[in-house]
């Protein structure tokens, strides 16, 4: 009897590694370069001295936020896709399709964020909007170093309970809102001041595209 071979699917994940490798290093490196500012950093969830000490919209721009913008959107396109294959939409080996997660992320918030210094300069609520940008953005990278770890482990586990990634939605989600609440409690006189603008903002910038984006997906889902 002649035993019939089959090829053996081998997975190719080195082009994974190298990018769990630089993200673990762009955050070495950022620890190294801003110890006290990191340690702080970390501490985000529970403390909010970071937001308070490092408030000057200028640090959007700045190396720290800058490093670390990279690694979210490492953590971040590893996390989707990972929670596309766990619910059997792609493949978490398909480096494809991660660089094509990659580059919508990129300029999803690049062009979300030039489309809200525009919409600010309308309204004449640009110190606002810049100090919003920038608490949104750290306690963003907050979450996109936070889940990075997570990221490396799922991709090499193979049989991820569908409940991990909606746990890890669910936690993100509180930050988020968190971020949310702690920046109208800061600026709450600016935003009474200009509560029009404000809910025209949040409705606009805030609601909208994620809403659509969350109809997009459903939709070639279905």
Known sequence: MIEQLHPRI???????????????ALVAITKSAYESRFSEFSKL??????????????NL??????????VQIISFSFFIQLTMHT?????????VLFIQIATFLLYFILAKYLIE????????????????????????TYIGVLILPFNAVLF???????????A??????????????????????IIISK??????YLCALEIAPYYFIYYWITKEAA
Do not use: M
Not at 61 to 70: D, E, N, P, Q, R
Not at 87 to 95: E, I, M, N, P, V
Not at 175 to 188: E, G, R
């Open 61 to 70: 721009k700045g190396s720290f936020i800058v490093g670390l913008f990279f």
């Open 87 to 95: 619910f059997g939409y792609a493949s978490k080996t398909d480096w």
């Open 156 to 166: 090499y586990y193979d049989n991820i309970p569908k409940s991990v990634p909606l």
């Open 195 to 200: 509560l029009f603008y404000f809910i025209l």
């Open 168 to 189: 890890i939605i669910g936690v993100s989600l509180c930050i988020s809102l968190f971020s949310y609440f702690i920046s109208i409690k800061t600026h709450q006189n």
């Open 117 to 140: 210094k525009i919409v600010a300069t309308s309204f004449n609520i640009e110190d606002f909007i810049d100090l919003l940008n920038l608490q949104k953005a750290t306690y963003r």
């Open 45 to 58: 969830i529970f403390s909010d001295k970071y937001a308070k000490i490092y408030r000057d919209s200028s």
């Open 10 to 24: 081998i997975e190719n994940k080195d082009w994974a590694t190298l990018l769990f490798v630089l993200a673990f």
